[in-house]
């Protein structure tokens, strides 16, 4: 059970961060004003939070203190939602593995876009499908549309949204499973057309080659379109590796930099998140390395310039001022969230550990909370939290694994982030607020936000 259990997380994990952290501008007026928030379907001004699993999406709307009662599930057997569930040529049903939200057709209200790698289109098995469920004023699910593919084999491994062309209007950025990426821009209709589509390899010459796990889209460069990495499984000399794959947005997109940060071993669940960590104006790439040191963990810190990536750091349970030992399958980094925690004006990131002891209780997991300052991440300052923590509601539980799923947000609209970590799918997660020092336990609660984690 508890390794069965670890395989579907991972499956999950995959759609915690992308495109989730990313809230639009708004460009210029289109025929009704654009959503002020990425991520507000029903147009009340309230943020809303949508996840996805194994062939499910959850959305659950917010309120003006965060999330509320209201909880709608949507599966390919839904109203309005097209192809059929578990319809994957004997594969699992992947519809919702990756999500993204924008307001993609500028009318108010967010949209979501939901991949299945694994779709039957036509007799082809595993082609691979991304569909957009359209946002009205009672939310989701009265209309939804496929964006034609543009590959036939795992056309949406990898999602996410963003203005990658810079001209105010929201784009998604698509992989198949080759390592393709495609950028479809907008506008978007609820017909199922799009503006014209990109395509890029990352190495045409066949030098590179990457299988993408997830799209992490944020601003790197100073101009005002979105950037992206594809992170995945990558080859050199005929051995596998872990690379991020550097793509500058623009009005013409172009390829950058390939980074290897783990020339020895693959993680097929990576994850990671953009956010400028020292405020120099450029965004670092935060990027999991878990089978770093026999599955200790590590994060690995792309630094952004004025072209993409520079240099770099790792970050472990061996940096000082970071609490807990680094020990073997730890699993450092298996969550990532960022957001400013103690209002300093420097994002903060959030690394869950699920494989960490608490006490003799094994596979308990936690949490690491790292500031951000002007050298960047450190481990000055960090707190950690478990469930052992004072304050924390609950006790340590075999293999609850807390910290597979981290998100930092402001859900109570009080100006610094406060802290959403769950564990396994079976248990309800635990909300700590923030405050001017930082995430406290006072007023700690239990979360029934589905733990497969929000955009």
């Given amino acids: 059970m508890r390794t069965h259990r670890k395989l579907a997380v991972a499956t999950a994990t995959a759609l915690s961060l992308t495109g989730g952290l990313l809230t639009l501008a708004a460009g210029p007026a289109a025929a009704a004003t654009p959503a002020k928030y990425a991520d507000d379907f029903n147009g009340d001004g309230y943020r809303d939070y949508a996840s996805g699993w194994g062939g499910e999406v959850t959305v659950t709307y917010g309120t003006a203190t965060g999330p509320g009662p209201k909880t709608v599930r949507f599966t390919q057997d839904s109203p309005n939602i097209p192809g059929k569930a578990g319809d994957a040529g004997g594969y699992a049903d992947t519809f919702g593995d990756q999500v993204a939200n924008a307001d993609l057709n ?103 080659v990457l299988e993408p796990s997830v799209i992490v889209a944020g601003r790197v ?71 770093y040191n026999k599955g200790a963990g590590s994060v690995v810190v792309l630094r952004g310039g004025a072209s993409g990536p520079t240099t770099s750091y790792r970050l472990t349970q061996s940096t000082s001022g970071v609490a807990t030992a680094a020990t073997k399958n730890d699993r450092f980094g298996w969550g990532l969230s960022a957001g400013d925690t103690n209002r300093d004006g420097y994002p903060d990131l959030a690394v869950g550990v699920p494989e960490e002891e608490s006490g003799s209780v094994r596979d308990a997991g936690g949490v690491h909370v790292l500031r951000g300052g002007r050298s960047g991440l450190t481990g000055t300052g960090s707190q950690w939290f478990t469930r052992a923590t004072a304050g924390v509601p609950g006790s340590p539980a075999d293999s609850e694994m807390l910290g597979l799923f981290v998100r930092l947000r402001d859900f109570d609209r009080d100006g610094d982030a406060d802290l959403l970590v769950s564990g396994d799918l079976y248990r309800p997660g635990v909300l700590l607020r923030a405050t001017a020092q930082g995430i406290t336990t006072s007023g700690a609660s239990e979360s029934e936000l589905d733990p497969a984690f929000p955009q």
């Avoid at 967010?110 to 991949?115: G, Y």
């Avoid at 939804?144 to 963003?162: V, Y």
């Avoid at 978007?188 to 190495?203: D, H, I, M, N």
Wanted: proline share 2%.
């Fill in 106 to 208: 500028r009318d108010g209200y967010a949209d979501l876009a939901v991949a299945d790698r694994s779709e039957k289109v036509g007799t082809k098995t595993g082609a691979g499908a991304v569909t957009i469920l359209w946002g009205a004023k009672a939310g989701l699910g009265a209309k939804a549309t496929r964006i034609p593919a543009k590959s036939g084999i795992g056309f949406g491994t990898a999602l996410a949204a963003g203005d990658f062309n810079g001209d105010g209007k929201p784009d998604l950025a698509v992989t198949d499973v080759t390592g393709t990426l495609f950028v479809y821009r907008g506008g978007f209709s609820q017909t199922g057309t799009t503006g014209s589509v990109s395509k890029l390899e990352v190495s045409p010459s066949g030098a590179h």
């Fill in 221 to 291: 460069t100073k101009d005002k379109a979105t950037d992206l990495y594809v992170v995945g499984q990558g080859y050199e000399h005929d051995k596998m590796v872990q690379a991020a794959w550097f793509v500058q947005g623009g009005s013409t997109i172009k390829r950058g930099k390939y980074t290897t940060y783990n020339a020895s071993q693959v993680d097929f669940g990576a994850t990671g998140v953009i956010a400028d960590f020292d405020k120099n104006g450029y965004g670092d790439l935060a990027v999991s390395d878990k089978p």
